[in-house]
């Protein structure tokens, strides 16, 4: 194929993710009440949220839709873009990438699935109920709350990757597993900061919460890094 025709055919499969998209956004709004359920599970009971513009509920259930779509088609967001560059690959390097965007998707869902029902939820529980003075009351906004739970799942998600990107690098003879043993103490110094970062709440079991998967995912890369260096 030439330069113009590889254009044309990403062109095409773009569209085809742009419609798949599009019709699962407008059949996850059907459902909103149920899909807005499941968003506010986490939330505690005892908080309420506001809202302080008069299209912010119905553009939160656009996005919120939006969102659910994007993830209903992922994996075949996924099979387009693995079948766009797959003709350009060998066959062991199909296996490869084929082996890696499977693992990385199951790996992003675990992470979401963590920031979802353990994180979050500690997480919304203690900036909610936090104050600097009593005479400061917390009002919660709708759009605040959406973009914390939106932020942090994205976080976690991409977080759950290390394992695959060290795998890569691995591949590509970038990465050492004895660098990563070497280095072992500082990854766990890395790690509670980060998890102090994401949940603030001061409380360890909140911090192991967060940081013990973060380390296991450290470990599960060095098992992985030693076996692609054979």
């Avoid at 506001?50 to 993830?71: D, K």
């Avoid at 603030?200 to 060095?222: H, K, M, N, R």
Wanted: overall charge positive.
């Amino acid at each position: 194929m030439t330069f113009w025709e590889h254009l044309d055919e990403l062109r095409r499969r773009l569209w085809y993710v742009l419609l798949a998209a599009v019709v699962a956004a407008v059949g996850c709004f059907c459902f909103k009440q149920q899909l807005f359920a499941v968003v506010m599970w986490p939330k505690p009971a005892d908080m309420h949220l506001i809202n302080v513009e008069i299209t912010q509920q119905f553009l939160t259930h656009m996005r919120v839709a939006l969102w659910a779509g994007l993830l209903v088609v992922s994996p075949y967001v996924l099979y387009q873009l693995f079948a766009f560059v797959a003709p350009g690959l060998y066959q062991a390097e199909r296996k490869l990438a084929l082996r890696a965007v499977g693992s990385g998707y199951l790996l992003f869902l675990a992470g979401v699935a963590l920031c979802y029902f353990v994180i979050f939820p500690f997480t919304v529980r203690f900036l909610g109920g936090y104050q600097v003075s009593d005479e400061v009351t917390n009002t919660i906004t709708l759009s605040s709350y959406i973009s914390l739970l939106g932020v942090l799942c994205l976080v976690m998600g991409v977080i759950f990757e290390l394992p695959v990107l060290c795998w890569l690098l691995a591949k590509i003879g970038v990465l050492k597993a004895d660098f990563m043993k070497h280095y072992r103490r500082h990854a766990i110094v890395v790690i509670v900061i980060l998890g102090a970062i994401i949940t603030p709440t001061g409380d360890p079991f909140t911090l192991a919460l967060v940081s013990v998967p973060i380390y296991l995912l450290w470990e599960l890369s060095i098992f992985i890094v030693k076996h692609a260096e054979r």
